[in-house]
């Protein structure tokens, strides 16, 4: 299980990195984190491109960290 202090971590730097986005850009790209028990998945997030695409935002993984108790450790996946 992800110690609560590392998930909220993550959480918090997504947060400032869309905060951190300029003004303009906010609209066109966000960044979330998806968590799991032991990993978490950063997420680039994009509006709809096309309409037959639907409304939803398009959520590209970029980066995977797992979380190894026994030895308090993460490792970076992809």
Same mark, same amino acid.
């Given at each position: 299980? @992800?110690?609560? @202090?590392? &998930?909220? &971590?993550? @959480? &918090?730097?997504?947060? @400032? &990195?869309?905060?951190a986005l300029p003004e303009r850009a906010r609209d066109q790209i966000r960044y979330e984190v998806d968590l799991t028990a032991v990993s978490a998945t950063i997420l680039d997030c994009r509006p709809p491109w096309r309409p037959d695409f639907g409304p939803d935002w398009t959520r590209f993984p970029v980066a995977r960290l797992r979380y190894t108790k026994t030895q308090n450790k993460w490792s970076l996946y992809w």
């Open positions: 299980m @992800l110690p609560e @202090l590392h &998930r909220q &971590r993550i @959480l &918090r730097w997504a947060h @400032l &990195r869309n905060k």
